[in-house]
């Protein structure tokens, strides 16, 4: 082993329990109850990096190792012994391991598979509570270590590195990475690979598997994501988008019993899981990031046994007869008696030259920790005045020189919530330009050069600024369904009273009941959040549409 230290041992003995916790004998005993206790010999693999992770292994004497491989040799992360157990949160998705657990010192262990696992969480509160919280901690150490199994090779410049860090961060998926402008060892391994620049960011997955500039898709297939995914069973409810709305759906639908599957296009959390900090969400009065909430659901979500489809997007959906079924790109078919849409919106991108050549580059949707390392020190904007701007504002004023927030309007009154508009007002290093809106986007490899105007005075300025940040309004994603359900001018699909009756006899409708609440003009078809015509956009709305559709799709399945 190349480091002999523990890479996952937090300060002090309580911090060590919460990560490693040591379980009591009755607690063992109800373990024992699932699985089977067997003998372990030192040096026996019980689990392998890149293997599929199906048992559990509680420790009941000797030693057991936890080690990541790396650069030929081995980094030590943690031994556990008696009392211990093995495993992080993709023993609830059944995703390849990160790590390897080696026996240490021959011994016993208590093995189970993964699915009397997840049956013991769903029915046993006190050890659902201890693995629960273990498994999330651990997983966010080793995402704060900046280190895994993969490694990202790219450039700070390259809209294509900032899409591959913030999707395996978003999905909560360690990696290391190499910046082709600072680390040598990154142009060793773009020599050795023989990649040509237009080929960056590569990706060297396990195995040593590289990708070049690989989709979203690509990289969560080379990590078996989805791996376990069967797509001949016919499910209960699918689930489309993973945002608030979704996830609600999916927690709600899988623990009371029904088979759910939930396809998400790039990552759990939606737009919501870009916001950098949520204040005003019932339960969380000091906040709550877009991402953790949007971990903790999916973490919840599988715990119930809900799947979730990773990075594939629902293109098409077959609304020709029940069961309904969804394509997906690949051309795989999923089918189940009910649908819920949650696709949720994406933020409006403004009718500005070259905006699309500086996505990613300089132009960002999203204020999370990885984009507001980029502008650190840095001048930038902010376009936009709902609260999603207001929060990366207030966000981004922690890290950069000074915040610009550009609005239309003559104000935030109208958009923004009252907090955020007074944190605004009183820090120092934002300033607020009303009536004014950006004209103009130049640089050569990304951005650095914006040009506004000044609503009031009439002027257009141009800045050295090389990072804005785009919030503004919503376009619903519900272009895939492609006439499947009555939708408003603007793309929004209508639901429960929004639909008339005209409306309803010209989608032929056939029903003698007239539609549920969150119900579309395709019977067995629901639709949530900020998809859904006329919804209330807050977090808070969108999780209590999913949760209520839920008691809806029982009606429908007793139908």
């Given amino acids: 082993m190349t480091d002999p230290a523990s890479h996952l041992q937090p300060d002090g003995?309580?911090?060590?329990?919460?990560?490693?916790?040591r379980l009591t004998e009755p607690q063992l005993t109800r373990l024992r109850q699932q699985g089977e206790v067997r003998a372990t010999a030192a040096g026996e693999i019980l689990l392998d990096q890149g293997q599929l992770t199906d048992r559990f292994f509680a420790v009941l004497s000797g030693e057991v190792e936890i080690v990541r491989p790396r650069g030929g040799g081995e980094e030590l992360i943690v031994v556990h012994g008696p009392g211990e157990f093995v495993g992080d949160v993709h023993l609830l998705s059944g995703r390849r391991s990160v790590v390897r657990a080696r026996v240490r010192t021959a011994g016993e262990v208590i093995e189970l598979p993964r699915d009397h696992l997840?049956?013991?969480?769903?029915?046993?509160?006190?050890?659902?509570?201890?693995?629960?919280?273990?498994?999330?901690?651990?997983?966010?150490?080793?995402?704060?270590s900046g280190s895994g199994d993969v490694v990202i090779v790219g450039s700070n410049h390259s809209s294509g590195t900032l899409r591959l860090k913030e999707f395996l961060a978003r999905n909560g998926y360690p990696y290391s990475y190499l910046d082709l402008e600072q680390d040598p060892?990154?142009?060793?391994?773009?020599?050795?690979?023989?990649?040509?620049?237009?080929?960056?960011?590569?990706?060297?997955?396990?195995?040593?598997?590289?990708?070049?500039?690989?989709?979203?898709?690509?990289?969560?297939?080379?990590?078996?994501?989805?791996?376990?995914?069967?797509?001949?069973?016919?499910?209960?409810?699918?689930?489309?988008?993973?945002?608030?709305?979704?996830?609600?759906?999916?927690?709600?639908a899988a623990s009371e019993g029904l088979s759910t599957l939930v396809l998400e296009s790039v990552a759990p959390g939606g737009q919501a899981g870009s916001s950098s900090k949520i204040e005003n969400y019932l339960g969380f009065p000091a906040g709550v990031s877009g991402l953790d909430l949007a971990g903790r659901a999916y973490t919840q979500a599988g715990k119930f046994g809900a799947e979730v489809l990773i990075a594939h997007s629902a293109v098409h959906l077959h609304c020709e007869r029940r069961p309904y079924a969804v394509t997906v790109d690949g051309h795989r078919r999923f089918t189940a008696r009910t649908v819920v849409i949650a696709t949720g919106a994406q933020y409006r991108r403004p009718e500005i030259p070259n905006l699309a050549r500086y996505e990613g580059a300089g132009v960002y949707y999203g204020a999370t920790f990885l984009e507001s390392q980029l502008c650190e020190s840095e001048d930038v904007v902010v376009v936009g005045g709902g609260n999603s701007a207001g929060q990366a504002a207030v966000f981004l004023s922690q890290s950069a020189r000074h915040v610009h927030v550009m609005v239309r309007g003559k104000s935030l009154a109208e958009s923004m919530s009252r907090y955020l508009i007074?944190?605004?007002?009183?820090?120092?290093?934002?300033?607020?330009?009303?009536?004014?809106?950006?004209?103009?986007?130049?640089?050569?490899?990304?951005?650095?050069?914006v040009t506004w105007r000044d609503g009031d005075?009439?002027?257009?300025?141009?800045?050295?600024?090389?990072?804005?940040?785009?919030?503004?309004?919503?376009?619903?994603?519900?272009?895939?369904?492609?006439?499947?359900?009555?939708?408003?001018?603007?793309?929004?699909?209508?639901?429960?009273?929004?639909?008339?009756?005209?409306?309803l006899t010209d989608a032929g409708w056939g029903r003698t009941r007239v539609p549920l609440l969150l119900e579309t003009s395709l019977p067995g078809v629901l639709a949530v959040g900020d998809v859904r015509a006329n919804n209330v956009k807050r977090v808070a709305s969108a999780v209590g549409e999913g949760s209520v559709s839920v008691s809806l799709v029982h009606r429908l399945l007793a139908e």
């Fill in 13 to 21: 003995a309580e911090g060590r329990e919460r990560l490693f916790p």
């Fill in 118 to 144: 997840l049956a013991l969480i769903q029915t046993d509160a006190d050890l659902s509570g201890i693995l629960m919280r273990a498994f999330i901690l651990r997983r966010v150490e080793l995402m704060a």
């Fill in 185 to 252: 060892a990154a142009q060793d391994v773009i020599d050795r690979f023989a990649v040509s620049l237009d080929q960056v960011p590569i990706v060297l997955c396990p195995g040593q598997r590289v990708l070049r500039n690989p989709s979203n898709g690509e990289l969560a297939d080379c990590l078996g994501f989805n791996e376990l995914i069967d797509a001949d069973r016919v499910r209960d409810v699918i689930i489309v988008g993973a945002g608030p709305a979704g996830l609600a759906a999916a927690v709600y």
């Fill in 422 to 449: 007074r944190r605004i007002e009183e820090s120092p290093n934002i300033t607020l330009h009303t009536r004014s809106e950006i004209v103009g986007l130049a640089g050569e490899r990304r951005l650095e050069q």
């Fill in 457 to 503: 005075s009439g002027t257009t300025r141009t800045e050295p600024w090389r990072h804005v940040f785009m919030m503004l309004g919503a376009v619903p994603n519900s272009q895939w369904l492609d006439g499947c359900v009555t939708m408003d001018a603007k793309g929004f699909i209508k639901t429960g009273p929004d639909l008339s009756l005209e409306e």
